[in-house]
């Protein structure tokens, strides 16, 4: 990932590539900054050096030692840069979201710089914005699109009113894709009600008429039903105006983790964002890595499954960023985002607009949330499939292995792209990982209620 100008991306070759066998604890993190802080330094010094800062900043703002926290930021200042190679962006954006937890000790200059409940966010046609740029230049969120649409497609073979339910994806171009599939069906296509939940009324506006025209162009008889949530907990199922005699499809595209914030406290205001607070915070259930705020998320999966779908497929981040302590959750992001930063580093240009668009306004704005931010206020709180599985299973779904053909489309497409090799799809227990070299980064996986078994 760490490359000097004009030379090519490479994972093997980045300082995050053995990340995982550094000595990451908060101890070896905690020792003093190293003396050879310079500018000139290789890429890859460089890209070390930030690692060890980074870690250093991260350890000392867990533990409120601001002033060492404060030390570490004016080193990293030197050598990240917002424009630079892929490892000094990524640790520009880690320093913000330090640098951010630190003002928080600080409520009235926190507020005094409008830096309410973590920083301010986004405008939403800016999000939106980056949102597109990230489906267009990384294809993992398209790939799961059509292993979606493919589930889909197999679970409603015969049926003849279909009602999907799309919560929060409201991505127009899965969907004019699901269209044509349905067209194509040797029975002809069924009546197609699309329920889509998102937060911008706008958005679902575009949606609508995008759909509608495309729906009318093709002789597929279609009905869109939009619902504006502010979030995705304050959702009434009983606005998804599910219809007798209607086979029913869920789809949740990144939704889901934000329904381990609703039950947790918002107490961090004036805690001193110390990780021993952290843990006394903690439920044993937290200790144990799954958030005491499940009950919610279990919840709103039970009334998910009384609405008795014939599939229903969750993609979500391959990630553990639900850590109550903040070096084990800070130490997982860089992890995590510097792979999504090195395949951004592949697939754009250096000076490219767009992909600034989503280092800032998308992927920043998340490493903000999960590293500055504590409480109901901490809505990035990614976990792995293994125990997005626990909590489907607990509602009373049961898996649905993606099928072998959604798989070899998945990566003949990944195989196609750009030139790059870097993607893959790797299959396990009947879901999908899409990786980025070696890493995970979504899981995509299907489910139904088991009296569909």
Do not use: I
């Given at each position: 990932m760490v490359q000097d100008e004009g030379s090519s991306s490479s994972v093997t070759s980045s300082p995050l590539h053995n990340f995982s066998a550094m000595p990451l604890h908060p101890d070896a993190a905690a020792s003093p900054t190293p003396p050879w802080l310079v500018r000139e330094l290789r890429s890859d010094e460089r890209g070390l050096c930030l690692i060890h800062l980074l870690l250093n900043c991260a350890a000392a703002a867990g533990a409120g030692r601001l002033d060492a926290a404060n030390a570490a930021l004016e080193h990293i200042a030197t050598l990240a840069s917002p424009d630079g190679d892929a490892m000094q962006r990524v640790a520009a954006?880690?320093?913000?979201?330090?640098?951010?937890?630190?003002?928080?000790?600080?409520?009235?200059?926190?507020?005094?710089?409008?830096?309410?409940?973590?920083?301010?966010?986004?405008?939403?046609a800016e999000l939106a914005a980056a949102r597109r740029h990230f489906l267009d230049l990384c294809p993992f969120l398209r790939l799961a699109g059509a292993a979606a649409n493919q589930s889909i497609l197999e679970a409603m073979e015969s049926e003849k009113i279909v009602h999907v339910i799309d919560l929060g994806g409201a991505d127009a171009t899965q969907w004019v894709e699901l269209l044509h599939l349905l067209a194509a069906r040797p029975e002809g296509p069924p009546h197609l009600r699309l329920t889509?939940?998102?937060?911008?009324?706008?958005?679902?506006?575009?949606?609508?008429?995008?759909?509608?025209?495309?729906?009318?162009?093709?002789?597929?008889?279609f009905q869109f039903n939009p619902v504006v949530v502010s979030r995705l907990e304050a959702l009434d199922v009983e606005s998804l105006r599910v219809k007798t005699g209607e086979a029913v499809a869920i789809t949740s595209n990144l939704q889901l983790h934000c329904l381990l914030a609703a039950d947790d406290p918002d107490d961090s205001k004036g805690s001193g964002n110390k990780d021993t607070k952290d843990r006394r915070r903690s439920s044993p259930e937290e200790s144990s890595g799954v958030s005491a705020s499940t009950s919610r998320a279990e919840a709103f999966l039970g009334a998910l499954w009384g609405l008795s779908p014939k599939v229903m497929v969750v993609t979500e981040q391959e990630a553990s960023h639900n850590a109550a302590a903040l070096t084990e959750r800070f130490v997982e992001a860089l992890n995590y985002y510097a792979a999504l930063f090195d395949c951004l580093e592949s697939v754009a240009a250096r000076g490219s607009v767009e992909r600034a668009r989503v280092e800032r306004w998308l992927l920043g704005e998340e490493i903000k949330n999960i590293v500055a931010c504590d409480g109901g206020e901490r809505r990035e709180r990614h976990e792995r499939l293994e125990k997005w599985a626990a909590r489907m299973e607990a509602a009373g779904f049961g898996r649905v292995p993606l099928s072998y053909y959604a798989l070899l489309q998945a990566r003949r497409a990944a195989q196609g792209?750009?030139?790059?090799?870097?993607?893959?799809?790797?299959?396990?227990?009947?879901?999908?990982?899409?990786?980025?070299?070696d890493r995970a980064i979504f899981s995509v996986s299907a489910w139904r209620g088991r009296r569909f078994d």
């Open positions: 954006a880690f320093a913000e979201a330090l640098a951010r937890r630190a003002l928080r000790a600080w409520p009235g200059l926190c507020r005094a710089l409008l830096l309410p409940r973590g920083g301010a966010a986004p405008a939403a889509a939940v998102h937060e911008h009324k706008d958005v679902l506006a575009h949606t609508a008429m995008a759909l509608t025209k495309e729906a009318e162009r093709l002789d597929v008889p792209l750009l030139g790059c090799d870097g993607f893959k799809v790797r299959e396990e227990k009947g879901s999908f990982f899409l990786c980025w070299q």
